[in-house]
């Protein structure tokens, strides 16, 4: 049973798997120039059950976060540029801990006039909390309270001007990170340090095909339960790019591109067995499935679709 909320942009289940949170991509929201974030309880059938709703930061609410303690949840607004921490009690929302509006601008004339907040992420060992700014070209850092919620600013990271950095993924080796360049198409592999939370470029990728030069907007991160295999997602130029990665040091090496089923590719995940990968490609409206290969990391080529409109995020309930 699906739950009424305008614009969701994105939706979060708790570790535990009994709330789930939402992101709602409004311009107002009770009366202020915002977005929202919504709770939800989640039954056994998986039905929805709205508990609390609080307004973002700002506009354009397009991610949430949920901490490895499920006490802190972060919302990033990609048209207000600014990010919020809300505490978490039951799975009912505090209104918003923390904010922060960012004015970096990039030098991407269409894409980077303002900042861009996108995407929100937590440290392996949950002490530091990180917000990705496309429209700035940084990742900033923070220091997380996670009794309180509350967010301190701890550094940052600069990516290649004009790349835009969308999404920030941890390695399970506790030390590596993966940065998705959403404008150019590249991946920042960076070096975590456990001391401060600071980000060090270890190696960039190109994600694209030698010769192409048409429109691109590289999107998502998948990484396998054991480490082994990282696969990126590319859209315009539509495609899924498997790698495997060295379990220690998490350098990637390729296996190869391969058919995301459809356009525009906006979020992918591997099933609890990790046997399929599913692929939510918006512009098609549709919801691709394609076998993989546990042992070798590949994807088959082809897949099988099911009609689904502007899917835009895939989250299993149970696994």
């Not at 921490?85 to 030098?107: D, M, N, Q, R």
């Not at 900033?140 to 004009?162: K, N, V, W």
Request: charged letters at 20%; hydrophobic letters at 35%; aromatic letters at 10%.
């Amino acid at each position: 049973m699906a739950a009424k909320l305008p614009s969701v942009s994105w939706i979060a289940l708790s570790p535990d798997r009994k709330f789930l949170y939402a992101a709602s991509e409004v311009d107002s929201f009770n009366g202020k120039p915002t977005g929202a974030v919504a709770s939800f309880s989640v039954n056994r059938e998986g039905a929805l059950q709205p508990l609390s709703t609080q307004n973002s930061a700002g506009a354009g609410t397009c991610y949430v976060a949920v901490d490895p303690t499920g006490r802190v949840l972060i919302s990033a607004d990609y048209g207000g540029g600014s990010a919020a921490s809300f505490l978490i009690t039951a799975g009912h929302l505090s209104p918003a801990v923390w904010t922060e509006h960012y004015t970096a601008h990039g030098p991407n004339a269409d894409r980077q006039k303002s900042a861009h907040a996108h995407f929100a992420s937590f440290s392996p060992d949950n002490r530091f909390a990180y917000i990705n700014d496309l429209g700035g070209d940084v990742v900033r850092i923070y220091s997380l309270d996670a009794t309180t919620a509350e967010l301190t600013p701890a550094g940052t990271y600069h990516a290649r001007p004009g790349a835009g950095p969308r999404t920030l993924h941890f390695h399970l080796n506790g030390h590596t990170a993966y940065s998705v360049n959403e404008l150019d198409s590249t991946v920042d592999v960076l070096e975590w340090n456990k001391a401060d939370g600071s980000l060090t470029l270890a190696k960039r990728i190109e994600l694209l095909p030698d010769g192409y030069h048409g429109p691109t907007r590289a999107c998502d991160t998948v990484i396998s339960r054991d480490g082994r295999f990282v696969y990126f997602a590319n859209r315009d130029n539509d495609f899924l790019y498997s790698f495997q990665a060295d379990p220690n040091t998490g350098a990637l090496t390729p296996i190869g591109r391969s058919n995301c089923g459809g356009k525009t590719p906006r979020n992918f995940v591997l099933d609890p067995t990790e046997r399929w990968m599913l692929v939510a490609n918006q512009d098609s409206n549709q919801v691709s499935v394609f076998a993989r290969n546990r042992e070798k990391g590949a994807l088959a080529g082809q897949g099988r679709s099911v009609a689904t409109p502007a899917p835009m995020r895939i989250v299993f309930v149970e696994g």
